[in-house]
């Protein structure tokens, strides 16, 4: 049996692959059979800042000055028996930690610049074992600049780093005119990784009422192939944990994260579809794979496919692209 054994943010794991975060995360017994399929760690559900914002705003109106609603005051809770969504992420940490034996990474999503990023300290002393950072920030200002954008996302993890001691991992989109340039700063920040990519999801148009629709939209394996590309591109640049996230729905698409230089695979539609089978599945295939093919360690074949092993990677990927272009035939019978 070969060794699965990797690191996370400096957490030792006993296998590649992690759930990210998912409405899966809510359900402890849901957390506990992920476990029992053999995750290696888990990434809780997200806490947003405008769900804490609401609720801040919300024990503001109706809980400190009741006495502006009359009547209606005596309906409302008692300030001390309110529980707000915050409360209810902490106590989740608490239970997760409790049920689980693996790391609980919890996570924040948020975007502003004003302080709501000391939460981590609560999560921090809730017992979460590390912390995804996820600056869901897309910049549709025409006058906001590109390197106005890196500096907020930096903003934000030198925030978070003031106040927690814990390692964050940053979940990042592709859109940075400069990657690599990036992630060496965000690793100089503070950062103890980077997850890649952050799927956003993209309104729709129905066409039969006219309405702009918000749907999520599970990925498929296709997606997969930015982040093994980039993954590969940032594989010996830099020295922080590289998550691979996004499209992963097999032991093949997890192998080729893997030889891209991925120290963790993510997993989540994958999940939603199937439940924790899809994970068993995907980990039982590496293990068969790297057997079959005389692998010791993930450690071993980590990386033995990534871009650092090219003397230019960047001339390297263009290349690619010639060849990927040169190499498409036309399907049997279609004409052009």
């Not at 005051?73 to 608490?94: F, K, N, T, V, W």
């Not at 049920?99 to 610049?113: D, E, H, K, T």
Request: aromatic share 6%; net charge negative; hydrophobic share 45%.
């Amino acid at each position: 049996m070969p060794d699965l054994s990797t690191t996370y943010l400096g957490l030792p794991l006993k296998n590649p692959l992690v759930p990210s975060s998912t409405p899966l995360g809510r359900d402890p017994d849901a957390a506990l059979h992920l476990e029992d399929a053999g995750a290696a760690a888990i990434v809780m559900h997200s806490l947003f800042e405008e769900d804490v914002r609401n609720d801040e705003a919300m024990m503001e109106r109706f809980l400190l000055h009741p006495d502006a609603f009359g009547e209606a005051a005596g309906h409302l809770p008692a300030a001390p028996d309110y529980r707000s969504r915050l409360d209810g992420y902490l106590e989740q940490i608490h239970v997760l930690k409790s049920r689980l034996g693996i790391p609980v990474v919890a996570s924040l999503n948020g975007s502003s610049l004003t302080g709501w990023v000391e939460l981590g300290r609560e999560m921090q002393q809730a017992g979460a074992d590390a912390l995804e950072l996820n600056a869901w920030f897309v910049a549709g200002d025409p006058k906001v600049c590109g390197e106005a954008v890196e500096d907020h996302y930096l903003s934000l993890l030198r925030e978070l780093k003031m106040v927690v001691d814990l390692p964050v991992c940053m979940k990042l989109s592709p859109f940075f005119s400069s990657l690599p340039h990036f992630v060496r700063q965000a690793e100089s920040c503070g950062a103890a990784g980077v997850s890649l990519f952050n799927r956003f999801f993209q309104p729709d148009i129905d066409l039969a009422t006219l309405d702009v629709v918000d749907r999520a939209q599970l990925s498929t394996s296709a997606d997969s192939l930015l982040t093994m590309r980039w993954i590969a591109m940032l594989r010996g640049s830099v020295g922080l944990t590289l998550a691979a996230t996004g499209g992963v729905h097999t032991a093949h698409d997890a192998l080729k994260m893997l030889l891209a230089g991925a120290d963790v695979v993510h997993m989540a539609s994958a999940l939603l579809q199937r439940g924790p089978q899809a994970l068993r599945d995907a980990l039982d295939g590496i293990a068969a794979w790297m057997e079959a093919r005389e692998y010791e360690s993930v450690a071993q074949l980590k990386g033995s496919l990534a871009g650092h092993r090219q003397r230019d990677p960047a001339a390297f990927a263009r290349t690619a692209y010639l060849n990927a272009l040169d190499s498409f035939t036309p399907p049997p019978g279609v004409r052009y």
